[in-house]
């Protein structure tokens, strides 16, 4: 059988085949390897607009939570018991065998809590509007939590001034005023002991805005910690580069 040998030297049609394709490979190389890898980083306007969506679900999240029955009840980590200064009405009442009294005054606290935690949404939600391009490119790099830190510290006062009568009416709506006020009567009727009688709605307020911004860190940090939790094409974006450049 004659095989005939192609001498290469002398076919430029085949060494400029040659060339064309390895040319075109390296070509479609680099094509292929900077799809999906050449993504523009965020503007300064995307981020605090990402911030901004991600922490207003944050809020959304968290206050929705607490707001069912047992979101503060149930929960041991924020459950909201008896005022440290009440203590000692806890403790006497507790001896004399007044335990039913005391655990309605707890979960009373806590339901009143849960029936306020939706009602502080919209105005955190305000807060969180009203945020700087320069606090969200400060906020994006800091800390896990923050933007948290960051609304409890720019928000605390005016939450809590508009905060309290909602926490008020709702002490009033599960009774809970009333066994506040039954079990201090009581207490202070002991012979001997110190007459006390603690701001119940100012403590519960605290408590309650205590719990809310712990929700609202576990939401933030859920988010920059877990690529699933980015469900927008803009959260997607401002927390990839977060964490590319952390």
């Given at each position: 059988?004659?095989?005939?040998?192609?001498?290469?030297?002398?076919?430029?049609?085949?060494?400029?085949?040659?060339?064309?394709?390895?040319?075109?490979?390296?070509?479609?190389?680099?094509?292929?390897?900077?799809?999906?890898?050449t993504?523009?980083?965020?503007t300064?306007?995307?981020?605090?607009?990402?911030?901004?969506?991600?922490?207003?679900?944050g809020?959304?999240?968290?206050s929705?939570?607490?707001?069912?029955?047992d979101?503060?009840f149930?929960?041991?980590?924020?459950?909201?018991?008896?005022?440290?200064?009440?203590?000692?009405?806890?403790?006497?009442?507790?001896?004399?065998?007044?335990?039913?009294m005391?655990d309605?005054?707890?979960?009373?606290?806590?339901?009143?809590?849960?029936d306020?935690?939706?009602?502080?949404?919209?105005?955190?939600?305000?807060?969180?509007?009203?945020?700087?391009?320069?606090?969200?490119?400060?906020?994006?790099?800091?800390?896990?939590?923050?933007?948290?830190?960051?609304?409890?510290?720019?928000?605390?006062?005016?939450?809590?001034?508009?905060?309290?009568?909602?926490?008020?009416?709702?002490?009033?709506k599960?009774?809970?005023?009333?066994?506040w006020?039954?079990?201090?009567t009581?207490?202070?009727?002991?012979?001997?002991?110190?007459?006390?009688?603690?701001?119940?709605?100012?403590?519960?307020?605290?408590?309650?805005?205590?719990?809310?911004?712990?929700?609202?860190?576990?939401?933030?940090?859920?988010?920059?910690?877990?690529?699933?939790?980015?469900?927008?094409?803009?959260?997607?974006?401002?927390?990839?580069?977060y964490?590319?450049?952390?």
């Amino acid at each position: 059988m004659l095989i005939r040998k192609i001498n290469f030297m002398r076919n430029p049609f085949i060494i400029l085949i040659g060339i064309i394709s390895l040319s075109s490979c390296d070509l479609l190389n680099d094509v292929l390897n900077s799809v999906g890898t050449t993504t523009a980083d965020p503007t300064e306007a995307e981020v605090a607009s990402g911030l901004k969506e991600a922490l207003t679900s944050g809020i959304s999240k968290g206050s929705d939570a607490l707001s069912k029955v047992d979101g503060y009840f149930g929960n041991p980590k924020i459950k909201i018991p008896f005022p440290p200064e009440a203590k000692k009405i806890e403790d006497k009442l507790r001896a004399l065998g007044l335990n039913k009294m005391c655990d309605d005054v707890i979960l009373s606290v806590n339901r009143a809590s849960e029936d306020a935690a939706k009602e502080a949404k919209p105005i955190i939600v305000n807060a969180i509007k009203a945020m700087t391009v320069k606090d969200a490119m400060n906020i994006l790099f800091g800390g896990d939590t923050t933007a948290s830190h960051y609304l409890r510290v720019n928000t605390s006062t005016s939450l809590r001034a508009k905060f309290k009568p909602v926490i008020q009416t709702s002490l009033e709506k599960v009774s809970a005023t009333q066994y506040w006020d039954d079990a201090v009567t009581y207490y202070n009727a002991i012979p001997f002991v110190e007459d006390l009688n603690p701001d119940l709605a100012e403590f519960v307020t605290g408590k309650a805005l205590n719990g809310l911004f712990y929700k609202i860190k576990e939401e933030e940090k859920y988010i920059r910690e877990n690529p699933i939790a980015r469900v927008t094409a803009l959260l997607k974006k401002v927390f990839d580069y977060y964490s590319q450049n952390k």
